[in-house]
């Protein structure tokens, strides 16, 4: 490590920097995360990409978003990760033959082209598109994004609050651990428990090619996540017949989902349509939010295990994350702040926000969502943080991020103790929300 994390940031060449790896992991039409572990387009991934090309390009932004769009399936999902032809079947696994979504969910209305994945992730796209028409209205307008964007967006708003309030408490559930982006997040590890993983002679992990196996997954995950995609597939992604074995409701997805309605109320208004609609679901489901995860003990969100219908015990930065829910009670946001500055994810070597409780009986530094700390929940938080007027605890983040960022070479996730980079190099949604904050 060299630097402090006080150290500014020189911001022009931080900002050319980001631009070169943003630049390098464009294909065309969107960016990938990372040209050798993940060469495909990511759901979640090209929403944070959008909102910091943005400062580059908004064109490029614009299609960036509609390159997804394009992928929607007819019950309104978004993919997680739309695939490109042209990279060869093995460079990532699960392949489009394991998915098979041009067969497999032809009844849940998949494309015929391109072929997708069969799950979802965060739903950050309608803040995305929000933010990336905010940056050229009149392009905006010119192009006619917004307006094509909106009933996108909109129906895949519909999609997880009807077909995916498996609870039927009003919230968004998710069915396999990549959904909500954590992939192995303690959180999961009580449901998991409950899944048979596949035989690891059934599938080969193409990540470890590119990345190291002390900071990824392990092999029995990568078993439950397989039996799990897969089962999702052979009972055609249809989520009226599919009896998940992982059923989970997630503060971070559903956050997102908030921010995204309050977000189309927006749209709504600037293209002179009606709000009201957007706004009375964002109010139901932030009362949702509060009533199914908030833990008032604990100071933070919890996630609900829909197997026994119960909170997990794990603390995860996924539950920090409805920070950026406008309209908390203010002592929701305060109890947030406090947990973010306490023991549990108060990391002083990087002043970013481990991904797993400091203190937990499962916090492994090195290990992917099990506690390094990752650049898209901290720009989260820090938007949290200066909505409810946390100025300094958002500057000190602030800093924090772009001094990793940019010691890190854009790193997929650093270690929250020693600052070391972990996971990927010029990782795409560093790079994009870093130029971010240095906007
Ligand atoms: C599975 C692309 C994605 C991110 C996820 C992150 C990781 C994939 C993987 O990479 O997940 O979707 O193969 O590990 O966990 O959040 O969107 O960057």
Do not use: K, M
């Not at 060449?13 to 060469?39: F, I, K, M």
């Not at 969100?301 to 197997?307: E, H, K, S, T």
């Amino acid at each position: 490590r060299t630097g402090s994390p006080d150290a500014p940031a020189p911001a022009p060449d931080l900002r050319r920097a980001a631009a070169r790896v943003l630049a390098a992991n464009w294909t065309g039409a969107s960016t990938v995360p990372s040209r050798t572990l993940y060469p495909h387009q990511w759901s979640w991934d090209s929403a944070f990409v959008a909102i910091g090309l943005r400062h580059l390009s908004a064109h490029r932004a614009q299609r960036e978003l509609e390159s997804l769009f394009a992928a929607q399936w007819a019950d309104g999902r978004l993919p997680h990760i739309v695939f490109n032809p042209a990279v060869p079947a093995d460079a990532y696994f699960p392949s489009p033959d394991f998915w098979r979504s041009s067969r497999a969910g032809r009844a849940a209305g998949a494309p015929t082209a391109p072929e997708t994945s069969g799950i979802v992730q965060p739903p950050v796209h309608a803040l995305a598109a929000w933010l990336v028409h905010g940056a050229d209205p009149e392009l905006s307008r010119r192009t006619g994004f917004l307006h094509r964007a909106y009933p996108r967006l909109t129906a895949w708003h519909d999609y997880l609050l009807t077909r995916r309030d498996l609870g039927g408490g009003g919230l968004a559930a998710a069915v396999h651990p990549w959904e909500p982006g954590t992939d192995n997040s303690p959180c999961w590890d009580r449901a998991l428990a409950r899944v048979t993983a596949a035989p690891p002679d059934t599938f080969r992990r193409a990540d470890l090619d590119h990345g190291h196996p002390h900071d990824r997954p392990t092999d029995l995950d990568y078993g439950r996540y397989v039996r799990l995609a897969g089962d999702y597939r052979d009972a055609g992604y249809d989520d009226r017949a599919a009896r998940p074995a992982f059923a989970v409701e997630d503060p971070c997805f559903n956050a997102l989902l908030i921010a995204g309605e309050h977000a189309l109320a927006a749209a709504a208004r600037a293209l002179g349509r009606d709000a009201a609609p957007h706004t009375a679901r964002a109010a139901a489901l932030t009362r949702a939010l509060l009533t199914r995860l908030w833990d008032a003990e604990a100071g933070l969100f919890r996630v609900r295990d829909l197997g026994p219908d119960t909170l997990v015990g794990e603390r995860a930065v996924t539950g920090l994350v409805p920070l950026l829910v406008p309209h908390l009670p203010p002592g929701v946001a305060h109890a947030l702040r406090r947990t973010l500055a306490g023991p549990a994810f108060a990391a002083p070597a990087t002043r970013l926000v481990p991904s797993y409780d400091l203190t937990g009986p499962a916090f492994d530094p090195q290990r992917y969502w099990r506690g390094p700390a990752w650049f898209n929940t901290a720009w989260l938080i820090h938007r949290g943080l200066r909505a409810h007027g946390f100025r300094p605890d958002a500057d000190r983040l602030r800093h924090g991020f772009l001094a990793e960022a940019r010691r890190s070479r854009f790193a997929e996730y650093v270690d929250p103790v020693t600052g070391a980079a972990r996971g990927a190099r010029h990782f795409s949604w560093t790079a994009a929300l870093a130029l971010d904050l240095l906007h």
